[in-house]
């Protein structure tokens, strides 16, 4: 028979001696799932590498432009940045490496007639598609726990080289119209009390961050102003808010002098900082916690909430895209359409790829909860997945 090829023979007597030799029955070869699983590896491992390279060199591209615009900066600045930010293009890269990749080893395996083998030894499709669905939540999950902890890391580097060099300003604090407000727990005063300061004008140095023109007001638990307090400025130093020279107001009162006034803080510097830095500096271990703290401090954290809902939905994703995959090119090439088909499916990747943009944005601007936002595109998908492979399988 020409029309099955060489491996294919091969695979099926294979599947045959495994199945007789081990009594298993013919939909649980551990032979051909390995098989399949291997291809399925290699084929996204590569695609998703290609990509991470592409995306990476326009980086370099990118960067080599905007270092040439400061003679200053240092000649191997560019590709330092760029090599920082090849982990941060990996989870981005890598749905649609799946996809490409899911549809490559489904191709040629169909192609050369190994699955159709398959079929006649007795499995089906959901059957050979479990290693290469084990296989793509695998590294979604490695993905969102080793890479981005890697990424988070990198890419907090690359975000100081980058500011350091390449923007003005030299700091990565952005604070509106040059004034600060900071809101923190205060139990000082009362128990479960709240402390919220205000700054007119902000210095920050590498030890202490300074605010002018300094006001606080201390609530209580049911936020009811207990005391307002002035002082012409307040520095945050070893967890602890110090303000010289503050003066109490009260209500047809006037300003009282009080000295000295120390306030403990679990803010620091650094996470002051972070809170205005994007939400990719952070791994998805460092997220929660630093969530509960920005809204215990009162800052917006809707766009870290978004972020840590991304990256637990990517091993979902990930898997999505393999059967999203094997639905789109897994139609025997004796049909007719293929080319129709495997078109079809980059179109489906791309559109997931679009709505999901757009239900960020719609979660970004509180449309949309965070947790609706970051898993409702990879359920559109699963659904298309499992539609399409439910049709082309019973019909």
């Not at 690359?158 to 205060?186: M, V």
């Not at 809707?302 to 895209?321: F, N, V």
Request: include cysteine; charge should be neutral; charged fraction near 15%.
């Amino acid at each position: 028979m020409t029309s099955i090829s060489r491996t294919a023979r091969h695979l099926f007597e294979t599947i045959q001696i495994f199945i007789v030799g081990h009594g298993v029955k013919p939909g649980f070869s551990t032979t051909l799932a390995i098989y399949i699983a291997r291809v399925f590896t290699l084929c996204t491992v590569g695609t998703i590498l290609a990509l991470t390279g592409l995306v990476s060199l326009f980086d370099f591209i990118d960067l080599l432009r905007r270092v040439a615009a400061h003679p200053a900066s240092p000649s191997a600045l560019a590709l330092e940045i760029a090599l920082l930010h090849i982990p941060f293009y990996l989870i981005y890269v890598l749905p649609f490496g799946i996809l490409l990749g899911g549809i490559i080893c489904f191709f040629r395996l169909t192609r050369s007639s190994e699955l159709i083998v398959a079929r006649a030894a007795g499995i089906s499709a959901w059957q050979f598609l479990a290693s290469p669905l084990a296989c793509a939540l695998m590294m979604g999950i490695l993905t969102t726990t080793a890479v981005s902890s890697l990424s988070s890391t990198f890419y907090r580097k690359a975000e100081q080289l980058d500011q350091t060099y390449l923007r003005s300003g030299g700091s990565s604090l952005t604070l509106k119209s040059g004034s600060l407000w900071l809101r923190q727990a205060d139990d000082g005063l009362v128990n479960h009390g709240v402390a919220i300061l205000h700054g007119q004008s902000v210095e920050l140095t590498h030890h202490e961050l300074i605010l002018h023109g300094v006001t606080l007001f201390r609530l209580d638990a049911h936020d009811a102003l207990i005391l307002r307090v002035e002082a012409p400025e307040a520095s945050l130093l070893n967890n602890e808010w110090r303000l010289p020279e503050a003066s109490e107001l009260k209500a047809d009162h006037l300003p009282t002098p009080i000295g000295s006034l120390s306030l403990p803080s679990d803010l620091t510097i650094s996470r002051i900082q972070e809170s205005f830095a994007s939400p990719d500096t952070l791994s998805v271990f460092a997220l929660p916690g630093f969530i509960e703290l920005m809204e215990r401090s009162g800052f917006p954290s809707i766009r870290h909430r978004l972020h840590l809902q991304s990256l637990l939905a990517l091993p979902i994703l990930a898997g999505t895209m393999a059967l999203v995959s094997a639905g789109f090119s897994m139609r025997p090439t004796r049909r007719g359409g293929v080319a129709r088909m495997l078109g079809s499916g980059v179109a489906a990747g791309f559109a997931l790829f679009t709505i999901s943009k757009v239900a960020e944005k719609f979660g970004e601007s509180g449309a949309l909860p965070p947790v609706l936002a970051a898993w409702a595109p990879t359920g559109a998908g699963l659904c298309l997945a499992l539609a399409l492979l439910l049709y082309m399988e019973d019909g």
